[in-house]
């Protein structure tokens, strides 16, 4: 991810449309590139294959060419010519439940809440905070952002903005969709969710916008009405938390009835979803907060108290654990972080000001949302549940806070943090030991059972998301981290069998550091393989091709299998990122470096043998100290020559 450094004033920046299309790079740049990526993921024999297939396909007059052609000439007829293949390969052909799988979530400090009014104060001021960011998207009135870093003070697309509070991700049997609906003209409203009850808040009455007082008031009316059984309406938002293709058949059946289908019709036009949730009464551990973000503790908590179709839904617990959880595929976390860090700045500011009210008895009551559900739907909420129940206990989350140094003491060695961390995951890989058997059974003998793991020894494909925001309708492109130079920095680190001096393991970090930061300036550049080779498949699917031997090749399906799933997301409140890994063996890990630490949420599945979230933490902290010791080693020998 490319972080934001500043941003300009609005009069300042440049209409997106002005911004330059994403390029198509080189077909043979990008097919080298290839090679050089898998060399060392894949066997000798393998990777003479997939020579042989890559050097058929870009041969002169080939498939490749033809197709390159092609690609090019939708360059110049469209605005974006990756962007509607690529959202379809990410997101909407993904037939995977949303929590978890796909929808990551930012997780505040835990808040100190008296009692229950004080978290309807929070949430009062959220909601107010979101209405005002809201307005500023529409007034088109936001501060630009701009590139920090390689070609700082590029001016960024601004287009994800507008689809914060206007999207929604509408189940299908083969294919979601991402639906935009037209808000800017009012207010709107909000869902909120209480007790797997949903209310709609509007956020204006008559001209009149509300204030603390009034939604704080109705907060209190929601959370009193889901107190009497009288009305309580089924658990429906746990549909949302079964797998798209299971809900999209669940929601022909509810739509059916105009009642559930003005329901859904309301949920979609929400600006957001906030969700009181009842305490859980687990340990507040940065851990826990984590998980309970992602799939809310599974249905016997508050997974059902959610709509993850919805981009945004805001989580606001009465024990104090609070966050935002996202639905991912109208925009990118950089996106979502400067959201909430306004809604957080908001809520704080709030804090200081006298509150105003009047009568919560000149306001309108908010609305429940009624379902009338039948046996074919009742019976898909209880698979759901059983579903989302054990996509949660199979989840295994590590939040680590590194705490010995943060970014400057790296700056201070003239290295990239951002290409130091990737370095330091491909480190904590290769050493990684894999889950021993009996690990949680007696997960107390940790020492012993460290030792009897078998380490990984090998790298693996990995992702790392690279910004294209400095194009028009840019999204994200993969920078590959598994490099050669990763590999033999990792080898030189660890393996004992042939010591290699400091100085040599000092080479092997500098020209790791510097493999990184050139394959990231061709990703954020527009010249990342990912995204062409993508357009190609497709391309070749449009134009009713036989499948080239290059997709079809095992090696192609390797270097897709993403065993690390990684991504830096800084921030500047007191919060951070999490997800689930993206492949049943891997993991999700995303990092947020700060001056002084770099805090990291490791995510993995327990059902794995060859993962384990905590094991992974510990050789990465581990690594993280010794490359430190290292270049403080060298930089102490460098003085001392001096």
């Known amino acids: 991810m490319m972080p934001v450094l500043k941003r300009e004033a609005a009069e300042d920046r440049s209409d997106c449309s002005m911004l330059p299309k994403v390029p198509v790079p080189d077909l043979q740049l990008t097919l080298d590139a290839y090679l050089r990526c898998v060399q060392h993921l894949v066997s000798e024999t393998q990777l003479r294959r997939t020579k042989a297939v890559v050097e058929t396909f870009g041969k002169p007059g080939g498939v490749g060419e033809k197709l390159q052609k092609q690609l090019l000439e939708k360059r110049e007829k469209t605005e974006n010519w990756v962007y509607d293949i690529w959202l379809e390969d990410m997101y909407l052909k993904n037939r995977l439940a949303l929590p978890v799988n796909s929808s990551p979530a930012l997780v505040f400090l835990k808040q100190s809440f008296r009692d229950i009014k004080d978290s309807f104060v929070f949430a009062a001021r959220l909601i107010l905070g979101v209405s005002q960011y809201k307005t500023m998207v529409d007034g088109e009135t936001l501060l630009a952002d701009v590139a920090r870093g390689q070609k700082a003070d590029t001016p960024l697309c601004m287009d994800q903005y507008k689809r914060l509070f206007s999207s929604y991700r509408r189940a299908g049997p083969e294919l979601d969709s991402l639906i935009t609906v037209d808000g800017s003209s009012d207010s709107g409203h909000v869902i909120v969710a209480c007790k797997n009850q949903f209310f709609m808040l509007n956020l204006t009455e008559g001209s009149c916008r509300l204030n603390e007082a009034d939604v704080q008031a109705q907060l209190q009316w929601i959370y009193e009405q889901t107190l009497s059984a009288g009305q309580k309406q089924p658990a429906v938002g746990l549909l949302t938390s079964d797998g798209r293709t299971d809900w999209a058949a669940a929601r022909d059946q509810l739509l059916k009835d105009p009642v559930n289908r003005e329901s859904v019709e309301l949920m979609e036009r929400c600006v957001c979803v906030v969700c009181l949730d009842d305490p859980t009464g687990l340990e507040p551990s940065d851990a826990n907060r984590a998980v ?101 206990r199979n989840l295994d989350m590590s939040v680590f806070t590194f705490a010995a140094h943060g970014k400057e003491l790296i700056k201070h060695q003239k290295m990239s943090p951002d290409a130091y961390i990737q370095l330091a995951l491909q480190l904590a890989f290769y050493r990684c030991r894999r889950r021993h058997p009996f690990y949680t059974l007696f997960a107390g003998l940790y020492v012993i059972l460290f030792h009897l793991c078998r380490c990984h020894r090998r790298p693996v494909s990995t992702y790392e998301s690279a910004s294209l925001r400095r194009f028009r309708q840019g999204r994200v492109d993969n920078i590959r981290s598994a490099t050669p130079e990763a590999l033999a920095f990792a080898k030189a680190m660890t393996d004992g069998r042939t010591p290699t001096q400091d100085t040599e393991k000092m080479e092997k970090l500098r020209a790791a550091i510097e493999a990184q930061t050139q394959i990231t300036a061709l990703a954020v550049a527009g010249m990342g393989i990912d995204n062409h080779l993508l357009g190609l498949r497709e391309t070749a699917k449009e134009m009713k091709m036989e499948t080239p031997d290059i997709f079809s090749d095992e090696t192609y399906h390797i270097c897709n299998h993403f065993i690390l799933s990684t991504s830096q997301v800084p921030t500047t409140e007191e919060m951070f990122c999490c997800y689930g890994p993206v492949v049943p063996n891997g993991y999700g890990v995303c990092y947020n470096p700060q001056p002084d630490r770099i805090l990291f949420c490791v995510s993995s599945f327990r059902e794995s043998k060859e993962t384990c979230s905590g094991l992974f933490v510990r050789a990465l902290d581990e690594g993280l100290q010794d490359m430190m010791r290292l270049c403080r080693k060298h930089t102490d020998h460098s003085n001392r020559a001096k």
């Open 292 to 392: 309970l973000m992602l799939h809310g503790g599974g249905p016997d908590k508050n997974g059902a108290n959610r709509w993850y179709d919805k981009p945004l839904q805001f989580v606001v617990g009465a024990d104090g654990v609070c966050g935002v959880v996202c639905e991912h595929s109208p925009f990118e976390g950089i996106v979502l972080v400067q959201c909430t860090e306004h809604v957080l700045k908001h809520i704080r500011s709030s804090s200081c000001k006298p509150s105003s009210g009047r009568s919560t008895s000149e306001l309108p009551h908010p609305r429940r949302l009624m379902w009338k559900c039948s046996a074919r739907i009742q019976s898909a909420l209880a698979s759901a549940a059983d579903h989302l129940r054990r996509l949660g």
